[in-house]
């Protein structure tokens, strides 16, 4: 497997909307993530999790709960919405994922994921397995 691309909209720490772009030339392709702690490092290791599996870990490995994830000044601001959306390559196909939470005027969270592969849009019922399948 082969990310291309990771996009956070108010994602934790994250505010707004903000893109990576990994590395993709075959002799040159590591990409460091360096910061001082507490900067978000480790935020962007769980919005990969969260992403495939819909999971998101605090430091004790306890599940974060949904009204959690979203950024706390971009929902002071009435944003209702946080997702991650990744652009990766795997078995010679080319894949979209993204996985969104809506909340409603309640604060209820609504989770849902969307994956493509090549042109084809994957049955939501599927995208567990074909995450499982493609990263066991």
Same mark, same amino acid.
């Given at each position: ?8 909209q108010n ?14 030339d075959?002799?040159?392709?590591v ?14 290791? $769980?919005?990969l ?5 819909g999971?998101?870990? =605090? +430091?004790?490995? &306890?599940?974060? @709960?949904?009204q959690? #994830? ?6 002071e601001?009435?944003?209702?919405e ?6 990766f390559?795997?078995?010679g196909h ?5 996985r969104e939470?809506?909340?409603?005027s309640? $604060? ?10 090549d =042109? +084809?849009?994957v &049955?939501?019922? @599927?995208?567990?397995? #074909?995450?499982?399948y493609?990263?066991?």
């Open positions: 497997m082969k990310i291309s691309k990771l996009l956070l994602w934790m720490v994250f505010k707004g909307r903000q893109e990576i772009k990994f590395p993709q075959e002799n040159s392709n990409l460091v993530i360096f910061g001082e702690n507490m900067r978000g490092k480790t935020c962007l290791l $769980n919005s999790r969260w992403c495939f599996y999971e998101a870990q =605090d +430091r004790q490995k &306890k599940n974060i @709960e949904p959690k #994830l979203i950024n706390i000044e971009a929902h601001d009435g944003e209702k946080v997702s991650v959306e990744i652009e390559s795997a078995d080319e894949y979209y994922l993204k939470i809506k909340f409603d309640d $604060n209820k969270a609504s989770v849902k994921p969307f994956m493509r592969e =042109d +084809r849009v &049955k939501g019922g @599927e995208v567990p397995n #074909l995450i499982d493609l990263i066991p």
